[in-house]
C-alpha cells in the first residue's frame, strides 16, 4: 500500500464517533477494570450461587460428556436448527396449548437473536406497524426492534410507587394508542426490569384486549422457571393464545439452563393454521440465511440432550427449583438486612416481586454513588439483579444501599 492510499483510508474510519457503552453490559467492563477487591457486580442478570460463580449446572455436564462421546460431526445445522430441540422448545414454551402444527419455530442464537429476527420479520413481512414496550423495558429493546427500522412506543406499566403495576393505565393504553396491527411487546415473566408481573386474571384481560384490538402478542420469555414454575410461568402465554390464534414468542435457555455463553434460544411463530406456519418458517429461514446462515450447535445440543432424557430432565428441574428458592431467599434476606444493618429502610415491596431483577427505587445519582464510593454496580435505572446477590456480602451491600438513599 502506498502512502496516499493509507491516509484515505485512515481518513474513512477517523469520522466514526464513539459508541456509549452498553447500559448493561458495559457496566461488567467498567466492573471487571474497577480494582476494588470488594466490588460487587449486581448489575448484568446472570445467576450466581453463595461463592459469588455462575456455575454450569451438573445436568449440563453431564449432558456434554454424552454428546462428546455420542456426538458425530461439527457439520452444519439445518437454517433452522435441529429438529430435536426446535419440538423441545415448543413443548417447554407451549405445552399443550397449540397444536404443533400451527408453530413455526427456529433455533437461534440466544433470546436477542430470536428478538432480531422477530423484528427482520415483522418489517419485511407485515404491513408497517409500531411495536409497543412496557415502561421500563429491558434496555436492549428499543434498539433491537430499532435497528431494524420499527418504530417503538411505550405503554405505562409501572405505577407512580415504582413496585406495582399500573395495570389500568397499561390496558388503557392498549386500547386507545396502540392501533390494530400494531405488535404489543410482552414480558411472559419475570419482567425485566422491574420483578413486576400481571396476575393470571390480568393476564386474562390483557389477551382480550389484544384480541379485541387486532394488536399482535409479541412475547419475550427469557425467564420460564424462575419465577413460579415451568409451567406456572408459560400460563400468561397459555392465557394470550387462549383469546388469539397468532402470536410470536422468543424465549432463551441462557438463564434456566445456565447457558448464557452458548447462545441458545428460539422464535417461534403461531400462525392461524398449518399452512400459513410452513409459510411463515420459510420466510424466517430466508432472514436467517442472509443473517448468520445458521445457529451454533453446542448449546442447542445440551437442551435437546438435557429435555429427551428424563434423568436429565428430571436433574435439571431440581437444579432450576434450587436457583429460583435461592433467588426468593435472597429477597427476604436484603429486606431483612436492610430492615438492620440498612437503617430500617423498607425494601418489604421486593418480595411481591419476582424473578432475578427488582426495580430498587434508587436514582441515577444515587446509582452513580454505590458505584464511584462503594464499588457497587447496578443498572442506571435503579434495577438490581437480585440473583447476583451473596450471602455473605448482604451487610456490606444493605449498609451501602442506606448510605445512599440517605445522601
Ligand atoms: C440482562 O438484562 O441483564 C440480561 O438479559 C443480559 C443482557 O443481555 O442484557
Request: aromatic content about 8%.
Amino acid at each position: 500500500m502506498t502512502d496516499s492510499s493509507e491516509s484515505k483510508a485512515a481518513l474513512r474510519f477517523s469520522f466514526i464517533s464513539t459508541a456509549p457503552p452498553d447500559p448493561i453490559l458495559g457496566l461488567t467492563e467498567a466492573f471487571l477494570a474497577d480494582q476494588r477487591s470488594d466490588k460487587m457486580n449486581l448489575s448484568v442478570g446472570v445467576y450466581k450461587d453463595a461463592s459469588g460463580q455462575t456455575p454450569v449446572l451438573e445436568c449440563v455436564k453431564e449432558a456434554e460428556r454424552r454428546l462428546l462421546e455420542n456426538e458425530k460431526t461439527k457439520g452444519y445445522l439445518p437454517i433452522d436448527g435441529s429438529p430435536e430441540y426446535r419440538k423441545a422448545v415448543q413443548r417447554m414454551v407451549f405445552g399443550e396449548t397449540v397444536a404443533s402444527d400451527r408453530i413455526s419455530t427456529l433455533q437461534s442464537p440466544g433470546g436477542t437473536g430470536a428478538l432480531r429476527v422477530a423484528a427482520s420479520f415483522l418489517t419485511s413481512q407485515m404491513p408497517p406497524l409500531k411495536v409497543w414496550a412496557s415502561n421500563p423495558t429491558w434496555a436492549n429493546h428499543h434498539a433491537v426492534f430499532e435497528s431494524e427500522g420499527l418504530p417503538v412506543e411505550s405503554y405505562r406499566y409501572l405505577a407512580a410507587d415504582r413496585t406495582t403495576l399500573d395495570f389500568e393505565g397499561m390496558i388503557e393504553d392498549l386500547t386507545t394508542k396502540a392501533q390494530p396491527g400494531d405488535a404489543i411487546l410482552l414480558h411472559a415473566c419475570c419482567h425485566n426490569p422491574t420483578g413486576v408481573d400481571p396476575s393470571t386474571d390480568q393476564w386474562v384481560s390483557i389477551a382480550k384486549v389484544l384480541s379485541d384490538r387486532g394488536l399482535l402478542p409479541l412475547i419475550d420469555f427469557a425467564y420460564q422457571g424462575f419465577g413460579h414454575g415451568i409451567r406456572e410461568d408459560a400460563r400468561s402465554i397459555e392465557a394470550i393464545l387462549r383469546q388469539n390464534s397468532e402470536a410470536i414468542v422468543c424465549n432463551s435457555f441462557s438463564k434456566n439452563f445456565g447457558l448464557y455463553g452458548e447462545r441458545v434460544g428460539a422464535i417461534s411463530v403461531v400462525a392461524g393454521d398449518a399452512a400459513a406456519a410452513g409459510a411463515v418458517q420459510s420466510q424466517l429461514k430466508r432472514l436467517v440465511r442472509s443473517n448468520y446462515s445458521n445457529p451454533p450447535r453446542h448449546g442447542g445440543a445440551i437442551v435437546a440432550t438435557i429435555l429427551g432424557c428424563e434423568d436429565l430432565t428430571a436433574q435439571w428441574e431440581s437444579e432450576l427449583a434450587a436457583m429460583r428458592d435461592r433467588i426468593k431467599l435472597l429477597r427476604e434476606q436484603f429486606v431483612s438486612t436492610m430492615k438492620t444493618t440498612g437503617n430500617g429502610h423498607d425494601f418489604g415491596f421486593l418480595l411481591d416481586q419476582c424473578g432475578m431483577f427488582s426495580f430498587s427505587g434508587l436514582n441515577k445519582m444515587q446509582v452513580d454513588q454505590l458505584k464511584a464510593d462503594h464499588g457497587i454496580y447496578i443498572v442506571g435505572s435503579g434495577r438490581i439483579n437480585v440473583a447476583g446477590m451473596q450471602e455473605s456480602k448482604m451487610s456490606a451491600f444493605c449498609s451501602a444501599v442506606a448510605q445512599v438513599l440517605e445522601g
